[in-house]
């Protein structure tokens, strides 16, 4: 098969031909159709992630159609479209059976921990626990814009920011998760406060619908801007970029008792940032980290997709073949590209 393959972190990306992949007993083989690119494969490249070991095929926003079935594996044929969460659970240790299988004790993570869907063929481990069929009428470019900064955004601010209508959402970065973010927000009937440094991703998430833009650059204290432009602060803040000043920005902004969820990563020059604890104890403020989303609760995405309230495909700003991944990957530290870049295998 083809991959997108790196033999050193931050070296090149090349596209090769490789072995196939096993098919795991408890899981299946997928053909790729569609896949997309991730800052969080991006800071794998530069070697942020201690679980990757060389060379390594990134990959992790996968979509596509069964093509093996292990023995062990119970629900699923050849033939079926699926798609699957980045935290592969084991759906067996204690957090599992508590139904927190994002946060897995034993997670396998495709484009990780093995191999992953910059490829024609993807293994897919523990496939009854974590595989999800396709709604027939979700496209493969569509259902790979979920895979994980979709339902990472969708986790942060409907679950572990518990928004509610009517408050006011601060989202820091408008990037894949921070667009996510804005229409999630949006949907849920919140006001939604938008920073970035692009004024083309600004201009997007007001397409999307965010009441309040602010350009960081232009602004010498966005925390105080959206204490301003909300009357207060907000009630719940999102860190969707992973940078320190963009953390304590999405800290200060809130009001008392507001909840700020950190999504973006913060790895490599930007972990282990200082927190204003001053504010965080004073305001009585939340600190939330979240993790993607565990695959049994994917179906009430899709009831919001199905029912107008969501578009994911509106966030998908380029489709690539195969053979533009490597640059892609490569240039991602540098682009001012809007919007999610997937790799279309039919191109």
């Known amino acids: 098969m083809r991959a997108a393959v790196f033999q050193e972190f931050g070296g090149n ?16 083989v997928v053909a790729v159709k569609a896949n997309g690119v991730c800052r969080s494969d991006w800071h794998g490249w530069m070697g942020h992630d201690p679980a990757i070991r060389l060379p390594h095929v990134p990959g992790h926003e996968l979509a596509g159609v069964v093509v093996e079935v292990g023995p062990e594996c119970r629900q699923w044929q050849v033939g079926q479209r699926v798609t699957a969460p980045f935290v592969l659970a084991c759906g067996r240790c204690v957090v599992c059976r508590d139904g927190q299988h994002q946060i897995c004790l034993d997670q396998a993570q495709p484009g990780f921990t093995a191999w992953g869907a910059f490829a024609d063929y993807v293994a897919v481990p523990r496939a009854d626990t974590n595989l999800i069929a396709l709604p027939e009428e979700m496209d493969f470019a569509a259902a790979a814009s979920l895979g994980c900064r979709f339902t990472t955004a969708f986790r942060a601010v409907v679950e572990r920011g518990r928004l509610r209508a009517g408050e006011w959402l601060a989202v820091h970065g408008c990037g894949g998760v921070g667009l996510s973010a804005v229409m999630i927000g949006v949907a849920a009937g919140a006001n939604v406060v938008a920073v ?44 969707a970029l992973g940078h320190r000043e963009t953390c304590r920005n999405s800290i200060l902004c809130l009001r008392p008792q507001g909840r700020h969820v950190q999504a973006g990563l913060l790895e490599g020059a930007q972990a282990d940032p200082p927190l204003p604890m001053g504010a965080v104890i004073g305001r009585e403020l939340e600190i939330l980290g979240t993790h993607g989303m565990a695959a049994h ?9 199905r029912g107008g309230k969501l578009s994911p495909e509106r966030l998908i700003g380029r489709r690539i073949p195969l053979e533009a991944a490597p640059a892609a990957l490569m240039g991602m530290a540098e682009t001012r590209e809007v919007g999610l870049t997937v790799i279309d295998f039919e191109l």
């Not at 090349?14 to 299946?28: F, I």
């Open 297 to 305: 609760r994917f179906p009430q995405l899709f009831e919001m997709i």
């Open 13 to 28: 990306v090349g596209l090769e031909t490789v072995a196939d992949p096993a098919c795991p007993g408890d899981g299946v």
């Open 196 to 239: 970035d440094i692009n004024p083309e991703a600004l201009a997007t998430a007001r397409a999307l619908g965010a009441g309040v833009t602010i350009d960081a650059r232009a602004e010498a204290d966005v925390a105080a801007a959206i204490a301003s432009a909300s009357g207060g602060g907000a009630q719940v803040s999102v860190d």
